[in-house]
């Protein structure tokens, strides 16, 4: 068996030269020409034919001509409309744009896995079909690559993928993360609209207020939380934006309200979608008004699955050694390789890249984030030794 720590090493520098190629030219949710091209342009130096699939989406198949099965490894490719402070030398060239949740990393490490694994394709069995994806942070481009067919011709027999974790406590660079089952919360942005009736302030009898009733659905609400969800599980239903009116002796036709929920299990993200429904509905309707609840999007829980999750983290641990994994708790952000998992069997490993011990205090999606690119390669190695072992412990 090949040392894909070593390989990793090999082809580190470059690696990490991709990287702040791509950090420099950051692009934003399903437009990504600049990055797609890049990707596209090496893939092929490396003997790959990728192809572009929807907007922004890159694929690209390494077939073992032996028969077995088909793993997918994705990354992510999009930035994120937040400016640069980083001080980097190679910071953003785009003003407001930056890649502060390291999906530069993603990409890059991606690719330094396709250029090593192409090296050593006689060591596999079966296919790995490569998923690079736009549209993490909005624009659902996991979805949309699911629904251009990313996930068929070859059919995807399980998957996997990395994503960054950064000033965390004890948490060293280069450090697998793993998660058993669900990892990550599920993500439905919403929007309640509530109709009144407009009035002049002397008058509030002629009209129906839209702000009190908008006040009664987000005490209603709290009861969710509090008393409807099962105590043991978890359950993040925030109301983060509230509108109403033009002036103070005025009742307004209208107003609405912006929140999400999160949660870890499906049954009780179902119960706060309906329950958010009913008690909008209802509370509107008890004040004479109607209240209308849309979502805005929606995204499942990241969940693992049990058994190609442990059977890839036993290899990592085999690859980096025990003390160079971790097993890390659940998180209430949200990611859209949950849409893949939804389909597919796999898992979502994290890779340190500096915790906070080691002087990365910023965490991802702050302007100031610096992430510590050496640990960037265990990424590499885990992903390539995975693939490897994973395709022939399953090989027909
Ligand atoms: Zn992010
Ligand atoms: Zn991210």
């Known amino acids: 068996m090949v040392d894909f720590i070593k390989e990793a090493e090999k082809i580190e520098n470059e690696v990490i030269a991709w990287r702040r190629e791509l950090h420099q030219y950051p692009e ?27 907007q922004s989406g890159v694929i690209a198949v390494l077939d073992s001509g032996k028969p077995g099965k088909t ?26 744009v930056s890649h502060a949740c390291g999906h530069d990393t ?34 659902g481009g996991a979805k949309l690559m699911i629904e251009s067919g990313v996930l068929k011709s070859p059919d995807i027999d399980a ?64 009861s969710i939380e509090c008393s409807e969800k099962p105590r043991g599980s978890a359950l993040a239903l925030t ?35 309906r329950r958010l429904k009913e008690i909008a509905e209802q509370t509107a309707a008890m004040y004479g008004g109607n209240a209308e609840v849309i979502f805005l999007s929606e995204l499942p829980a990241t969940v693992n699955d049990y058994e190609v999750g442990d059977e890839m983290f036993e290899y990592a641990k085999e690859l980096v050694g025990e003390k160079m994994t971790m ?6 952000g949200s990611e859209d ?39 960037i390669k265990n990424s590499v190695a885990v992903f390539a030794h995975c693939a490897v072992k994973w395709l022939n412990a399953h090989s027909i």
Do not use: W
């Open 337 to 375: 390789f949950s849409e893949v998992l939804k389909e597919v069997p796999g898992v979502l490993f994290r890779i340190s890249l500096g915790d906070k011990q080691e002087g990365y205090p910023y965490i991802s999606h702050n302007s100031k984030v610096v992430f510590n690119e050496s640990g």
């Open 327 to 332: 097993m890390l708790p659940q998180i209430m």
């Open 71 to 96: 793993l997918l490894l994705r990354a992510d490719m999009d930035a994120l409309p937040i400016p640069e402070e980083s001080g980097l030398p190679f910071s953003s060239k785009v003003p407001g």
């Open 159 to 222: 998957c996997m993928a990395f994503h960054q974790v950064v000033a965390r406590n004890h948490v060293p660079t280069g450090v697998i993360g793993y998660t058993r089952g669900a990892m990550m919360a599920s993500a439905d942005m919403f929007r309640i609209t509530v109709h009144g009736k407009s009035a002049h302030g002397a008058s509030p009898e002629s009209g129906i207020n839209p702000i009190q009733i908008l006040c009664q659905i987000y005490h209603n609400l709290q």
């Open 239 to 273: 109301i983060g934006q509230i509108n109403a009116g033009k002036a103070g002796n005025a009742i307004p036709e209208s107003g609405f309200m912006c929140g999400s929920i999160r949660a870890y299990e499906e049954s009780v993200r179902a119960l706060a979608k």
């Open 106 to 139: 993603h990409t890059a490490a991606l690719l330094g896995v396709a250029k090593i694994l192409m090296e050593h394709k006689s060591l596999l069995k079966g296919r790995i079909k490569f998923m690079f994806q736009p549209g993490e942070e909005g624009g």
């Open 28 to 54: 934003l949710l399903l437009d990504l020409p600049k990055t797609t091209e890049f990707v596209m342009t090496h893939l092929k130096e490396m003997g790959y034919e990728p192809e572009c699939i929807c």
